[in-house]
Every structure is written in C-alpha cells, then in structure tokens.
C-alpha cells in the first residue's frame, strides 16, 4: 500500500507562484510513475503533469505547459509540482497519484491507470 499526502496549497493572487509536493510513504515510490491531478467544483478530475519514475519522462497538460514543473527526489520519496503564472483558472483541488505500470502516451491522462491517490491539496488563485 502506497500513501501519498500532498502539502503545499494556499490562496495565491493571479501572476504568483506555488509549490506544491507529495509525500509517499513507501520506498517502492522510486518504481512508480507519479501524476498531478486537478478537480474544479463541478467540472471532473483533470491530468495536469506526470513524470517517470526516473524523472527522465514528464507530460503536462497544453493548459499549464510553460508554467508549470513536475519533479521528483527519489531519495526523499517526493514528488513537486512547480507552478507560475497562476491564472483564476487554476483554481482546484490538485491531487497527487501514482501508477505502478509503465504509461505510455494517452495513458497518462487517464485517471484510471493510477492505482494510489492523495487526498488534495486546495489551489485558490484570486484575480
């Protein structure tokens, strides 16, 4: 069982930055493909960023490429998520998760190929 808890949300005005990490509880994380999420009130969980399990493979949404980072530190069991010139429209629940299969291509916005999900962190980005 894989636990990952997310840290690092806040209120933020439009222009700013956050960073955001997720912590996992197990040391298998090295082996894992990890992903950030996205949900909006009333609108369904969206894939934001991914990353390979050796960091050498990262994917992001066309909404967030240029300004937001996906990284990870094996050695700490982390995974970030950078991110800059927040919009409104970045306003979310952002959740962590991560996939013990390899992904490949469309797979990684698919939320059904992650096996272990956080519980959230809350994203508020003020105009």
């Known amino acids: 069982q894989v636990q990952l808890v997310e840290s690092g949300g806040g209120l933020v005005q439009a222009g700013g930055s956050l960073r955001l990490s997720c912590a996992a509880s197990q040391r298998i994380f090295s082996s894992y493909a990890m992903g950030w999420f996205r949900q909006a009130p009333g609108k369904e969980r969206e894939f934001v960023a991914g990353i390979s399990w050796s960091g050498s493979v990262t994917y992001y949404a066309d909404s967030v490429k240029g300004r937001f980072t996906i990284s990870r530190d094996n050695a700490k069991n982390t995974v970030h998520l950078q991110m800059n010139s927040l919009k409104p429209e970045d306003t979310a629940a952002y959740y962590c998760?991560?996939?013990?299969?390899?992904?490949?291509?469309?797979?990684?916005?698919?939320?059904?190929?992650?096996?272990?999900w956080g519980q959230g962190t809350q994203v508020t980005v003020s105009s």
């Open positions: 998760a991560a996939a013990g299969k390899f992904l490949y291509g469309s797979d990684w916005y698919e939320r059904l190929m992650y096996d272990y």
